[in-house]
């Protein structure tokens, strides 16, 4: 796990006490949950016989019909990873496309009934490659859901026959119908699979009543940016550098603190963000074979039946990370360096099928470049003596 010099160490500090009395600011309402268990019953039924005073284009289940009025939200949900959930890492492990296994994908990469017809070669108005679409989340049996209207909102009553407001969608559970797995389904080392609601319920945020929308969508924009986003990464983490110069060694404490997210830092099983430590001479140049580095991440076997190792920092936690090596003769600092790697376990599960010569080569080819140019550096600094 670890390369070099570099060592991990918990640093208590952070820990959320367990006995909060803001705790219940993370239970929802019993008409929320109400509400999310039929809205999120899963799979999603077909629609129905809409309204017969809808026109073609309210009839419509794409994006780009719901765009046309709110066009703020389209444009917005375009850029999002949301909009991009069957892509062509997904579409590329589906060489049968009538194949019902696939459901448990399209669950919540492309969530309406009318999709699945879409992706079995049938009939229908909204495609499965568009994904998590505006009815996905807002249309339940030609009914209009929302959160309950602010100023400069339409207001209720107007096209399409108003909607209904529901304040779960201004709550954190309404993101757990994809953002955290339940009783029953897949776990690793005791942890679900996908466990990010229950890490927030944990978190100093999710304590304090600051729900995954507050973060991911602030003032209601449709974007829902994470870990492949170097601004939301910039705010998420603080790095602090103790460089301590001794004779004959390098030496420097580097320590990362998670105060800016709501879940583990990464929270999910595909990213791993790696701290990387070097040597550099005068000019800031990096000295070849004085560099080490650290992961945090989630790693587990490519068949996602064993849990290599947890190194993620939960939310409020720091780590400390103790940089030591031989010092170069021309060294004269050490360059710092968070890098992400949003994409980095699709991105060997890629890499394998085309291997294999499993899947749609075309589409993975696609899928294992986008996970490829998906690498950034979120923070870099250079310290001299």
Request: glycine share 10%; with cysteine; hydrophobic share 35%.
């Amino acid at each position: 796990m670890f390369r070099g010099f570099l060592f991990l160490a918990l640093v208590l500090s952070g820990c959320v006490p367990q006995d909060n009395p803001n705790r219940s600011a993370t239970s929802p309402s019993r008409q929320t949950i109400g509400f999310l268990e039929t809205h999120w019953k899963r799979p999603l039924s077909l629609q129905g016989e809409l309204p017969a005073e809808w026109s073609d284009l309210e009839r419509n289940l794409g994006p780009g019909a719901c765009g046309s009025c709110h066009t703020s939200q389209m444009i917005d949900w375009a850029q999002s990873r949301h909009a991009i959930g069957m892509g062509p890492g997904l579409l590329g492990q589906y060489t049968n496309p009538s194949d019902a296994a696939k459901q448990g994908c399209l669950n919540c990469h492309a969530p309406l009934a009318e999709q699945a017809l879409s992706l079995g070669g049938l009939d229908s108005t909204v495609s499965h490659k568009a994904g998590l679409t505006c009815a996905g989340c807002h249309m339940r049996n030609g009914i209009l859901f929302g959160p309950p209207a602010i100023e400069g909102n339409l207001p209720e009553g107007t096209a399409h026959g108003g909607f209904t407001p529901q304040d779960a969608f201004q709550e954190s559970a309404f993101c757990a119908a994809c953002h955290q797995f339940k009783p029953g389904q897949w776990t690793l080392n005791g942890k679900f699979l996908e466990n990010t609601y229950e890490e927030w319920k944990e978190s100093p945020q999710g304590i304090a009543g600051e729900s995954c929308q507050s973060c991911h969508m602030p003032d209601r924009r449709h974007l829902w940016r994470g870990i492949h986003d170097p601004e939301m990464v910039q705010g998420a983490v603080e790095v602090k550098v103790d460089l301590v110069e001794s004779t004959g060694t390098v030496h420097a404490m580097i320590q990362v603190k998670n105060s800016g997210t709501g879940h583990h830092f990464p929270t999910y099983v595909t990213p791993r963000v790696i701290l990387e430590a070097c040597q550099v001479d005068g000019s800031g140049m990096v000295l070849e074979g004085t560099c080490s580095e650290a992961w945090f991440s989630r790693e587990i076997t490519m068949n996602l039946k064993t849990e290599k190792a947890d190194t993620r920092i939960p939310a409020g936690e720091e780590r400390v990370v103790n940089y030591r090596m031989p010092r170069q003769g021309e060294t004269a600092g050490i360059r710092v360096r968070l890098v992400v790697d949003p994409d980095r376990f699709y991105r060997d599960m890629f890499t394998i099928l085309l291997e294999q010569g499993r899947g749609v080569e075309a589409l993975l080819k696609v899928a294992h470049k986008d996970a490829s140019d998906a690498v950034f550096t979120a923070w870099e600094e250079v310290y001299l003596f």
